[in-house]
Every structure is written in structure tokens, then in C-alpha cells.
């Protein structure tokens, strides 16, 4: 199993571009979930899933979209990309459900974006 | 808003000792914790849980200590190895909502030879 992977790796792009980054598993879980770690400080949450086909806003979601069409992919969009963009995003995914059992969060290696 | 944080961003350990990371945290309504490791280059990694209603869990090498009177955790690694060199994140969140968590700032552990 690949478990969580990321594409791409590494972007570049000019303020006001717009990028698509994919995440898949294939642990067939239900969660998956899309955050951003800045320099000095811990990972938060920009949008999750609780299935196919359902998204929610996390704790920073403004300036991010994201689709869950197939179980195994989440699409995080940046319509407009800004400079306070510039970070590295994580993909995670879980198995799913409210007991702590079912959610250890299993996470990509990143993607490292930068808005010039 | 409520959050996790961390005090000491740095720790430097000798190979062999045991180390301790330390987490304060500040929602009392958290009843779960949980220690990520990341490595360079890397996402987190699940290291070890622990819920409210125990004080202390221990796995292999590791011990987390829940301290609820004053909203601290801790995280302690015994006989420190070149291969625990990583930032260490504590991370908050419901039982009944487990999937949402709330991360620390992060500690860097740094094991000298």
C-alpha cells in the first residue's frame, strides 16, 4: 500500500494563479483532510470529509475549495493564490467515525507551495 | 480562540538519556491528546494517545503523562536515540469528535552523538 500520497511535491506560482493539489489513499478511509503548516508552527485544519461527496470548512478555510468526487481523492483549490499561501500543505486521511480508534490520522509528505 | 501550545521549542538531549517534551493545553473541554512525530521532510506521525480519564499511558519507549489540574501534558522518551530527532506536536481534540484536532506549535528534539 502507497498509504497517502501527494502531487505535486513542490509549486511555484504567481500571485493570482490558480493550482489544484491531489490527494489519494488507498486504505479505503471515509476521512480525509487538508491542512497547512507554516514555519514555527503546528498543522491547521483548512477543509475535511467525512465521505464521498461531502465537504466542511476546518478552522482556516478562506481562499481554499476543495472536492471529494471520488472516496480515494481530495482536491484542494487555490482559485487566486495569495502570498499568505505560501506553505506546506498535508493531506491526512482516517478511517473514520467519532470514536478515537477510528481516527488516527494517517498523513502525506507534502506539498511545498510558494506564491510569489 | 482556545489553543495548544508549547513550552520549550527546542530540546537538546544526549544519546542514551531519556527526554522530555512538554504540551500545555487550554480548552478543558479537550478529553483526548495525542503525540505526532515529524521528521524532516515528512507529515506527522502517530506516535502515542491518551484520554482524559487516564493520567498515564505507556508505550514502546514512550510514556505520555496527562495532567488535567493544570492542563499539562508530557511526553517522555526513554533512552534517546539519533533516530527520535524530530518535531514533536501535541494535538487536542473531543472524543466524540476525534477527527478534529487542534495542534501545538511543536517541539524540536535534537539528539547530540
Known amino acids: 500500500n502507497a498509504g497517502v500520497t501527494q502531487t505535486p511535491k513542490f509549486r511555484v506560482l504567481k500571485t493570482g494563479q490558480s493550482m489544484t493539489l491531489l490527494c489519494a489513499q488507498d486504505?479505503?478511509?471515509?476521512?480525509m483532510y487538508w491542512y497547512r503548516q507554516d514555519p514555527g508552527m503546528g498543522l491547521r485544519l483548512i477543509h475535511y470529509?467525512?465521505?464521498?461527496?461531502?465537504?466542511a470548512k476546518g478552522e482556516v478555510p478562506d481562499g481554499y475549495n476543495v472536492s471529494r468526487l471520488k472516496k480515494q481523492n481530495f482536491l484542494l483549490g487555490l482559485e487566486s493564490a495569495a502570498p499568505s499561501q505560501t506553505s506546506v500543505y498535508f493531506c491526512?486521511?482516517?478511517?473514520?467515525?467519532?470514536?478515537?480508534?477510528?481516527?488516527?490520522?494517517?498523513f502525506g509528505p507534502g506539498t511545498r507551495l510558494t506564491v510569489l | 480562540g482556545e489553543s495548544v501550545g508549547l513550552h520549550l521549542p527546542t530540546l537538546s538531549v544526549q544519546e542514551g538519556d531519556n527526554s522530555i517534551i512538554n504540551c500545555a493545553y487550554s480548552n478543558s473541554a479537550s478529553d483526548y491528546f495525542i503525540w505526532y512525530k515529524q521528521e524532516s521532510g515528512k507529515g506527522p506521525q502517530f506516535i502515542i494517545d491518551i484520554r482524559s480519564n487516564m493520567d498515564k499511558r505507556q508505550g514502546q519507549r514512550v510514556t505520555v503523562l496527562l495532567n488535567k489540574t493544570v492542563k499539562h501534558l508530557s511526553l517522555q522518551i526513554a533512552a534517546t536515540q539519533p533516530g527520535d530527532s524530530a518535531v514533536y506536536f501535541c494535538?487536542?481534540?473531543?472524543?466524540?469528535?476525534?477527527?478534529?484536532?487542534?495542534f501545538g506549535s511543536g517541539t524540536r528534539l535534537l539528539v547530540r552523538p
Open positions: 494535538a487536542e481534540s473531543r472524543m466524540d469528535s476525534s477527527y478534529k484536532l487542534i
Open positions: 491526512a486521511s482516517s478511517y473514520g467515525g467519532g470514536a478515537p480508534s477510528y481516527n488516527e490520522q494517517f
Open positions: 486504505m479505503n478511509h471515509e476521512y
Open positions: 470529509s467525512v465521505g464521498e461527496g461531502t465537504t
